[in-house]
Each structure stands twice: as C-alpha cells, then as structure tokens.
C-alpha cells in the first residue's frame, strides 16, 4: 500500500527501459519528489514473465496481472513501456477509464491510435503524456509543444529510423 500523500506508480513492463525506469524512480527520488510535490510509490510492475531476472526490481511487485493492477485504486499514475499496440493499447485505455494518468514511451502506438487515445483521455479526464526522442535520447516534441508554442510551426522534417532508439 502507498503511504499517505504519495503518488501510486504502476509500471507496465520491465525490460530495458523498464528497469531502468525503476531504478531513475529510485535513485531519483529525492529530486523527483522535490519537482512534484509528493513522493512516488512504484506499486507494482506488470510483466509477461515472472522468472526473468530484474536487477534491482523486488520481486514483490512484480505481477502478471496488469489489468488488475492499472485500475487499482493506489495507482495514479501509469508508465506503459511495454511496446506494441496489443495489449499496450486496452491496458492504457483502462488506466484512462479508471482516472489515471498515463505515460508512454510508445511511439508506435500513438502513431497507429493516437486519435483513439486523446479521445479517452479527454472522455475521462485522465492526462496522457508522452514523448517522442532522436539522436540518442533528445527531447523532441516537449520542446515543440511548451518551449516554441509562440511560434508558428509549419511543419518538422526528420528521418525516423529504429537504430535511433
């Protein structure tokens, strides 16, 4: 259970990004609670296999339940790094519905459904963040969308390859 004024994180997948997620929550948390005004509790990790190793991922939160564990009522907050559209997609859509806000890592499945997806955002409420980044890990459309939002952007141009990622 999440102690009181924290905010409840669950994690959707638990690979490479994944672990590296939990261990920035970790090692990070000091900073993090300080930019956001509570502490984040990671409450469970959903994942397809148990018996994988996760260095540095007790194996108490570990899960294979993560229909169970996005609409649980300590979670917030929803970090989807699973990849995919399916089950990505159904799994983000419940999260929405049960008023959590989610993040995603998953640039293919905003390309495929995004219009699916900021429509259940907005039907219930729930906030969907992103974020899209080239050329090892620069921030791309944050900058777009908050620090250049005086300026009339046309267009952007880019060559989009998987050896970026």
């Keep these: 259970m999440k102690p009181p004024g ?7 997948g638990c690979g490479v990004v994944g672990t ?6 970790d090692e990070q948390a ?13 409450g469970g990790v959903a994942v397809r296999r148990l018996d994988r190793p996760r ?19 300590d979670i917030d907050i929803v970090v989807e790094v699973i990849g995919g559209i399916e089950p990505a997609r159904t799994l983000m859509l419940a999260a929405m519905k049960a008023g959590k806000a989610v993040v995603s ?6 390309a495929e459904d995004g219009e699916t997806l900021f429509g259940a955002a907005r039907e219930y409420g729930a906030d969907l963040y992103y974020e899209a980044s080239v050329a090892g890990a620069i921030p791309l459309l944050r900058p777009l969308r908050e620090s250049l939002v005086g300026d009339h952007v046309l267009r952007v141009l ?7 990622n």
């Design 6 to 12: 924290s905010l409840g994180v669950a994690l959707l």
């Design 20 to 25: 590296e997620v939990v261990r920035l929550l």
């Design 30 to 42: 000091h900073d993090l609670t300080a930019r956001i005004g509570s502490p984040l509790h990671l």
């Design 55 to 73: 260095a540095g991922v007790a194996p108490e939160l570990l899960t294979t339940d993560a229909q169970s564990l996005v609409t649980r009522d």
């Design 105 to 110: 890592a998953n640039k293919a499945l905003l």
């Design 158 to 164: 880019g060559i989009v390859n998987g050896t970026t």
